[in-house]
C-alpha cells in the first residue's frame, strides 16, 4: 500500500538536504540557486518503530521488515507558479500526485544562502505557497465546473456530486480559505478525494532551524507552530544540516552526536511519523521465526482488507484473523502466553483492525 509524501517550499529552504537525510543519499543536488532539483526525487524510508524489534526478539525472527513510507523532494515554487512562473506547472503536477505535503520552511539566518524574497520570514513563506496552491485550484474548478455544464442536464448523480462538491471547494478558496477546512460527509470522501485538490491535501510545516535550535526551536519556529495551531496542522522542528550530518554516521556514532546535541532521537524520526499520522496511516504486525514485519493500513480498515495488504488473495478467500493486541503479546512473551492469558482472539470480518494488532489470517485459496 503506497503513501507518498511531497516535499514543498520555497528554493533554497532546505528541501533538498532533508530529502538527502531521509533516503541517506545525495541523489538530491543541494545547490545555493533556485530550481537545483530539476526533477522530482523520490525516495522510500522506513517508518521508526521500536515495537517491530521487539516482537522480532521474542518470536526469533531472522529477517525484520518495516513498513515504508514515500518521500518526493519537488523543485522550488515561486511566486506565480499557478501562472507557470518558474517550474510552476511542473511543481503543481508533481504535488497532485502526492497523498500530503510536508511544507519546509526556512526558519534560519545565514548570509552564505540566499532567499529568494530576500527575507527571513516563514510564515509569509507558508503563505506564498498556500497562495499559489489556491489561485491553481480555483483555476482548476472553474474549468471543470465548464465542463460539467451539458453533463449536468443528465441528471447524472455522480456528476450531480462532483458539482456540488467542486462549488464548495470553490466557496471556500473564494474566502481565502484552502479546500481542506471544507467539513465533508463521510459518503462524499472517496469522490472529494478523486477531486485531486492542492489545497485538500494535508499539511504538516517543517522548521529548518540552525543547529543550535534544532532541540527546542526558536521564535521563528514559534511563528510557525502558532500558525499552524489555527489551522489545525502539526509542526515538526528539524535541523536538515544536522540530519543529513547524522544520516552519514553509523548508528552508535549517531547516537553519541544527538546525546551531544541534546536531542533525544533524530528529527527524521519524528517527521516520518508525524508524516504517519498525517496521513491517517497505523501499523499491524505480522510475526514467526522467519521474520517479524510491519504493514501499513488506514485507520478504520477492516480485517480482509488488511489482508488485502498482504495480498489480493488473501482478502478475496478471507475466513478469519487471529490477532492479539502488541501489549499483550509483549507481556505474554509471544502467542503461547498470551493464549494462556485469554488474550488471544478469533475475529471475523467486520473486525476493524487496530494499531500494533500481531495478525495471522487464514483464508481460502
Known sequence: MGFKMGIVGLPNVGKSTLFNALTRTAAAQAANFPFCTIEPNVGEVAVPDPRLEKLAAIAGSKQIIPTRMTFVDIAGLVRGASK????GNQFLANIRECDAIAHVLRCFEDGDITHVEGRIDPVADAETIETELMLADMESIERRLTALGKKLR???QETLDQDRLLRAALAALNEGKPARTQAIA????????MLQLLTAKAVLYVCNVEEACAASGNSQSARVAEMAA???AATVVISAKIEEEISQLADDE????LEEMGLAEAGLDRLIRAGHELLGLQTYFTVGPKEARAWTISKGTLAPQAAGVIHGDFEKGFIRAETVAYADYIAGKGET????AGKFRVEGKTYEVKDGDVLH???NA
Request: charged share 35%.
Open 84 to 87: 507557470g512562473e518558474g517550474l
Open 154 to 156: 443528465a441528471g447524472d
Open 186 to 193: 463521510e459518503d462524499d470522501r472517496k469522490q472529494w478525494r
Open 230 to 232: 489555527g489551522q489545525g
Open 254 to 257: 549517531a547516537a553519541m552526536f
Open 337 to 340: 502466553g498470551a493464549k494462556e
Open 361 to 363: 489470517f487464514l483464508f
